[in-house]
């Protein structure tokens, strides 16, 4: 205890996701292990670039067609604005040298964060392992329990 | 610290109360002492079903009409469609023969997760002791603090 | 580890704000070290009342024109009806004497709760510290982090 932490990333909300990552880095520097459990929603922010074709059932489909395809096509939790707000927020983010989201994804890989994925969200959305980015791990509810009781900082966002 | 765990369940949205009873039965599992506590809009989840006749002012008339009358009754935070995204979560688990939400609620009270429900907000809304499920406690924040101050795992859900 | 906690509040909404200030008083009146770190949205939270005049650029402007004020104008996270959800709760709160917002938040001031304000967010939010209210310190991440890791109490409201 001490010297973990976890953040379940239960959200597809673009601010959301950027807090969770600075977060994240902020504790791998200060050299924290960091476990990120992304479910439900947060399915999307881990999501690979380049979608490959996957056989779904009808409601894998419907998922896959309603929620946001990766990282890039989050939407912010409020004044979104069709896409404005989270532009708006990213050309702000670019003029204040903040890291984009991306590549605030990349170095939390580099860093050693672990990003895993909820198996039973997979099931119920229809996501395939296929569709995971590269170094995202898949696991269940024993998995993050396991990272968590090692933790002091645990946060779901 | 290390063998507790706290949830504060203050949403009312369907994948929330879902993600709270996956990860308190599962922490309830692995061995831990887990105290559930349910404020503002976190009360809907633990009304019972079969609601009682309570005499209630305006206000709280006015609540309970607005406000998921049980667990059975919650909308998704994102994708409800007028209740057809929680049935299809809801399909969608008995397919991946996974528990409904009422019955991982029974689950937990049958494993000893404590459920506690916030008195505060209880006065705000106007729920009556009369409208919670057998087996939920009435609390206020300091016996909510009591248990996270034994615990490492706390998560505001 | 035990004799300290933390909040993220992330969030405007009044229920949020209502839910972070009952958490850290009490937390506070059970003799701990409470840190509340306010970002992003959670930023309005920390407003002053009389906003000074400010020279900002064309998004700041936006931003300030789209958010809330100051915890006086923040809305409900469901139910917020154009405002006349947050006037029921703030006159049921009357009702059952207990405390305002703005009461809780000078209470959580004069028991030494630490409240900061992110950097990163007021940048790209573009609020300047001339507009946050007194007793409001300013930090980073690592500050955060900081007071996290000596905590077991580490919530995301």
Chains 1, 2, 3 share one sequence.
Not at 3 to 26: H, W, Y
């Amino acid at each position: 205890v001490g010297k973990e932490a976890t953040l379940i990333v239960f959200s597809d909300d673009f601010d959301r996701a950027l807090a969770s990552f600075v977060i994240a880095n902020g504790a791998a520097a200060s050299g924290k292990k960091v476990t990120m459990f992304f479910t439900f929603w947060g399915l999307s922010v881990v999501k690979r670039r380049k979608a490959p074709r996957v056989a779904k059932d009808f409601m894998g489909r419907m998922f896959g067609m309603m929620l946001p395809k990766n990282s890039g096509k989050l939407s912010l939790s409020k004044l979104n604005m069709g896409g404005m707000g989270a532009a708006m927020m990213k050309s702000r983010m670019k003029a204040k040298k903040i890291d984009q989201l991306e590549i605030m994804m990349e170095s939390a890989l580099k860093a050693g964060v672990r990003m895993t994925a909820c198996q039973m969200s997979m099931d119920i959305m229809g996501v395939a392992r296929e569709e995971l980015m590269d170094g995202v791990e898949i696991g269940g509810v024993a998995s993050y329990l396991d990272a968590a009781s090692g933790a002091n900082l645990n946060l779901f966002i």
